[in-house]
Structure formats: C-alpha cells, structure tokens
C-alpha cells in the first residue's frame, strides 16, 4: 500500500509517500520562509493563499519522486487540525478532491499525532535510527507493552505526551504561555537577528562566549512548561545594555554580546525542556522518548538529550522535524490500520488536541 500525506497547517506546502513498512518514498516541501520573513512572522492571509498555488505541483513532484503512478496511491491523509483556519482548508478540500477522484480512502490526520510518527519514518539516513529487524530502534518496537514518552517543541506547541499505545496519547504537560519556537522567533527580533528565530539563534550561539544565564521556570510538581518569564529576562537585559529597542536600523551593536544572549537564552530553554522530559520518561516507566516538532531540528537540543538520557532516544532526520508531508503519511497509515475512514464532511479544527478522539 501506498500512503499519500498532505500538509498545509501553517506555512509549509508538503506531500509525502510512504509505503506499508513505513519507508518514506518521497517528501516534498516548499517553504514560505522567504515571503513571510519581510514581515517578521507568518501572515496567515498570505500563507493560505501560498498554499492554492503551491499544492498541485508539490503533489505532482511527489509522485514523481516515489516513482509511482496516481492509480497507485491506497490512502489519502491530510492534516485536518491543529493549525491556520485558511491553511489547513487548503489541504484538506485537496485531499478530498484526490480521494474522490482516485476512488480510494480519505483518512484526517492530527497535526502532533503526525509529528510524533516522524520518528517511525524509515529514510535513506543511517543517523535517522538504530536498526533493528525492521529497521527501528527496539525502544519504537515495544509500543504497546511500555509507553513511549513524546516530546512536541514547535513554533505553536510545547507538549509532553506520553504514546501508550499506536494511536492512543496522553497529554501530560504543556506550556502555560509561549511555546519554545514562538520564544526563539521573538527573542531573536529582540536581538536583531532574521525570522525564523531558531536556525538563528542556534548559529549565533555556536562559539559564543559563556554569559550570565538566564532564569529557568522548573514548575515544579507539573510537566508544564513556561517561557513567557525567560522572554522577558532577555528584553530586560538587551534594554539594558542597550541593544532592544533599537533607534534606528543602522545602529551598531556588539556581535559577541548578542552571541553570548543568545546563548545564554537557548541553554535556558534546552535545559528545562531535557530535565523535564527524562524526569517524565523515567516517572512513567518508558521504554524511551522521541523528540519531534520544528524545535527539534536544534543541533543543542538534540544532543543534549540524546548524551543526558538514561532510555534510548529517537530523533527524526532535521527535514521530518519541520512540518512536512511524509508525518502525516506516516500518522494517516497508523489511523488506517486503527479502522479510521473519514467522509467528505470532516471539517478543520483549528484548535485540535492531541489525543483528541477522531471524528469522522
């Protein structure tokens, strides 16, 4: 079987393949980075509008790269929630239009459910997974005798979930306030650095001098999250040495400084979300954690969690942190195989939880 994934939450305009192992076919993303970075965050407007242009073709190449024919494709999924109102009806009415016209499933797909199953994917990338006798690290195998536990760090999300069993999620925790890419994208404005805020803020950070840190919200007694008070140390900080808010464009200001803030900033963010998600993991007795979400592509984040961790870490490949179509190809096959088929009135949900049960 083949399983065709569409992705047009936000900002991205993605399609992916994959086959009944799991085996990503192809994955094709164009990005909206360049059009939304001018206004220094995504215009939804524009970003919906984007989506009507890009998606045909983005599909077509899709095809052609996993090498198939549309007769094909088994399974249509496509994002339905959480996300943009006017991105993800872009998406989801061309998802139904291929279902139709191909005579074969449509299957709605959460957006998080679908970041988590990235780490599922199989790729050409040996770095991707330990292999196992198929292909995955033992830890991904045993679902449904131990759970797995899920860390979701994105521009619109901050989650801790613990996957119980394929399909079945259990919220633990959550951010109160800004999620940890919303916080990366608005600190690096405060320092002068270009949207989106995380590649930045992880290249300026590289090799910068240690600084006075930055205060960490633990929330104890929760796995909650808060970055919101992290924000505003950094604001105060740059007013003071005078680099936020700046008078005028073309003001100088002292690279190695904003290099050390930015570091300070990210080693604030990177140690609340690691100690929080093995305290959680070992609580609940998990087999091991994957971490997923655009945060996730952070070179520190990564790497610390992998090197602290007492049970096995997965991470996927940086091009299936991002949102992309091959995730949601990857959560429609779980939904399939878990009996779901959606009719022609299943609807956006703007604000879908994970773990919300399937309406359809």
């Excluded at 929760?222 to 936020?244: M, P, Y």
Aim: aromatic letters at 4%; one cysteine or more; hydrophobic letters at 45%.
């Amino acid at each position: 079987m083949k399983f065709l994934g569409i992705e047009t939450s936000c900002d991205e305009t993605s399609v992916g393949i994959v086959d009944d192992d799991g085996q990503v076919l192809a994955n094709v993303i164009a990005t909206q980075v360049d059009i939304h970075a001018r206004y220094g965050g995504i215009v939804p407007e524009i970003a919906s509008r984007q989506h009507v242009l890009d998606i045909r073709p983005v599909c077509e190449r899709a095809i052609i790269d996993a090498g198939i024919e549309w007769r094909d494709v088994s399974v249509i999924a496509a994002t339905h929630g959480p996300g943009l109102a006017g991105s993800l009806i872009v998406g989801l009415n061309f998802a139904k239009g291929l279902s139709a016209s191909l005579d074969v499933p449509l299957v709605g797909v959460n957006h998080m459910d679908g970041h988590v199953y990235a780490a599922w994917a199989l790729t050409a990338d040996p770095k991707a997974v330990t292999p196992g006798q198929s292909g995955l690290k033992p830890f991904q195998q045993a679902i449904g005798v131990k759970p797995i536990m899920c860390l979701v760090v994105s521009g619109g999300h901050t989650e801790l979930v613990l996957l119980e069993d394929h399909g079945r999620f259990r919220l633990l925790g959550e951010t109160r306030d800004d999620a940890a890419g919303e916080a990366f994208d608005k600190v690096a404005r405060v320092l002068g650095l270009r949207y989106p805020g995380g590649p930045e803020i992880q290249r300026v950070a590289e090799g910068a001098p240690e600084t006075e840190p930055f205060p960490r919200a633990w929330m104890q007694g929760t796995d909650e999250f808060s970055f919101s008070g992290l924000k505003t140390a950094v604001i105060n900080r740059a007013r003071k040495l005078g680099i936020f808010p700046r008078k005028n464009s073309d003001d100088e200001v002292d690279p190695v400084v904003v290099a050390g803030m930015a570091r300070a900033f990210q080693d604030s963010v990177v140690d609340v979300l690691v100690t929080k998600t093995i305290a959680a993991a070992v609580r609940e007795n998990c087999a091991g954690i994957v971490l997923v979400g655009g945060v996730a592509a952070n070179r520190q984040l990564r790497e610390t969690l992998v090197a602290s961790s007492p049970v096995p870490v997965a991470v996927p490949p940086v091009e299936l942190c991002t949102d992309n179509g091959a995730m949601i190809a990857m959560s429609g096959r779980v939904n399939y195989r878990n009996g779901r088929r959606d009719a022609w009135d299943l609807d956006v949900i703007p604000n879908l939880r994970i773990g919300a049960p399937a309406i359809s």
